[in-house]
């Protein structure tokens, strides 16, 4: 009975948490009832980050960095996975980053929360990207060693069944949820020690999406000035 008590209070734990996926426990900071896809303790697509919703974050998850410009790469599992699975996110990807290896810096806010395993959490590592414009979250990313088994069986208790992607062997695979254009990704890996890790990637498309087009806008926009300050030089 020693180690029953201990894993019944983990399964409470992780109930509670992710329930919040889809449920949300903050009202005033959620939209209009069925917009929302997914959610992580009450982010979802139509969240906005603010200073009460970051203190929220930190009161169950513990401190967190917090840093600004960042680089944004979607890749995940391997490199062409998007590509391969998820085309449309490859396509955001790339337009996302440089062709030539240059480090491209976005408008987005980085939250980031480590070490957990002391907060009675089921996770290792979150992570959460806001857009600076909109204040709504880019995408999030969970990394969890326990505990993947029961995830599973909430997410597929919240969300219905998910799609398959054998991608590595008998054990690296990925679990696929998509609702109202964003996508969920569970995947399983092994580690060094052939023992298995878990991830949740969530992607806010539509965010992503306005992310590009109004960067590529700016980009444009910033060209045009410069042809414009050179032939004005040479005239």
Known sequence: ???????????????????????GDKPAQRP??????????????GTVL????????????????????????????????????????AVINRRLNSTGGIRVEHEATRLTHRYLRNRETPFDYVELLFADVTGRPLRVIIRSAREGPEIIDILRENY?????????????????WE???????????????????YRIDIY????????????????LKRNQQKQKAMDKAFS
């Not at 009975?1 to 449920?23: A, D, H, N, Y």
């Open 1 to 23: 009975m020693r180690g029953v008590r201990p894993r019944l209070k983990v399964l409470g734990v992780l109930i509670t948490l992710l329930l919040q996926f889809s449920c």
């Open 32 to 45: 209009l009832a069925g917009h929302e896809s997914f959610t992580f303790f009450g982010v979802g697509s």
């Open 50 to 89: 603010t200073e009460s919703l970051r203190e929220d974050l930190e009161e169950t998850l513990g401190p967190g960095g917090i840093s600004g410009r960042n680089t944004i790469d979607l890749e995940i599992n391997y490199t062409g996975f998007l590509a391969e699975h998820f085309p449309a996110l």
């Open 160 to 176: 219905g069944q998910p799609r398959t992607l054998d991608w590595g062997g008998d054990l690296n695979r990925s679990l696929v």
């Open 179 to 197: 609702r109202k254009g964003d996508v969920l990704i569970f995947s399983v890996q092994t580690n060094q020690f052939d023992a298995p890790v």
């Open 204 to 219: 806010f498309v539509d965010e992503l999406e306005a992310l590009v087009e109004r960067e590529e806008k700016q980009r």
